[in-house]
């Protein structure tokens, strides 16, 4: 089956520092991915998408400027978060959509960044 | 039974019972609803979808229900084991193709 491999699977950072997380589809390839955060006991938010060679699209709310998306390739996207703060911390979650567009997503095992 | 509250909606089960997971949906243009669930620390993985065209889908030891004039979903797992203990969400997508998720609903299982 579609595998999407996300990494880190946790990562700890200071406060200013930039954590970069990586979604990639490893047998298929994502025209689309979706990255979401997750906060504890509460459902997935979406972020943003991003689709392969243009800019991504951002949910209301979300700063396109503390959240940079990278989707370079067909099988990689990136989500930076830059300048982190304590209320960064979350768990994040990459998902990938091959085709035809309206079939199950493909979900990473996501990241728990936490920033002190 | 079923709670709900500020966190997750919680329903609770003995092994072997069934379960019923429902979903109420917002938009009546969605004609594609998937079912995930998602263990404590991974990512949601896929359970089973149903289109629009269709009200009754049937898995693996789980059915998927879809009423569109209620817009409403539930989704039925047989002989319930301590292995489906997890938090479950329905998604719905329409013309956008982004999937719109749930509020979830925490299962546990008791042996």
């Known amino acids: 089956g579609a595998v999407v491999s996300q990494h880190p699977s946790w990562v700890i950072c200071k406060s200013g520092t930039s954590v970069k997380i990586e979604c990639r589809s490893l047998?298929?390839?994502?025209?689309?991915m979706f990255w979401y955060r997750q906060f504890p006991k509460q459902s997935l938010m979406l972020m943003a998408t991003?689709?392969?060679?243009?800019?991504?699209?951002?949910e209301q709310g979300v700063e396109k400027d503390k959240f940079l998306i990278n989707h370079a390739s067909l099988t990689l996207s990136t989500l930076t978060v830059t300048s982190a703060h304590p209320e960064d911390s979350s768990f994040y979650i990459c998902?990938?959509?091959?085709?035809?567009?309206?079939?199950?997503?493909?979900f990473g095992n996501g990241t728990r960044l936490t920033v002190t | 039974g079923e709670s709900v509250g500020l966190h997750l909606p919680t329903l609770s089960v003995q092994e072997g019972d069934n379960s019923i997971i429902n979903c109420a949906y917002s938009?009546?243009?969605?004609?594609?609803f998937i079912w995930y669930k998602q263990e404590s620390g991974k990512g949601p993985q896929f359970i089973i979808d149903?289109?629009?065209?269709?009200d009754k889908r049937q898995g693996q030891r789980v059915t998927v229900l879809l009423n569109k004039t209620v817009k409403h979903l539930s989704l039925q797992i047989a002989a319930t084991q301590p292995g489906d203990s997890a938090v479950y969400f329905c998604?719905?997508?329409?013309?956008?193709?982004?999937?719109?998720f749930g509020r979830g609903t925490s299962l546990i299982v008791h042996p």
């Open positions: 998902s990938a959509s091959g085709q035809p567009r309206n079939s199950p997503l493909h």
């Open positions: 047998d298929f390839q994502a025209t689309t």
């Open positions: 991003s689709n392969e060679g243009s800019k991504a699209t951002y």
């Open positions: 938009n009546s243009a969605s004609d594609y």
């Open positions: 149903i289109r629009s065209n269709m």
């Open positions: 998604a719905e997508s329409g013309g956008s193709y982004i999937p719109t």
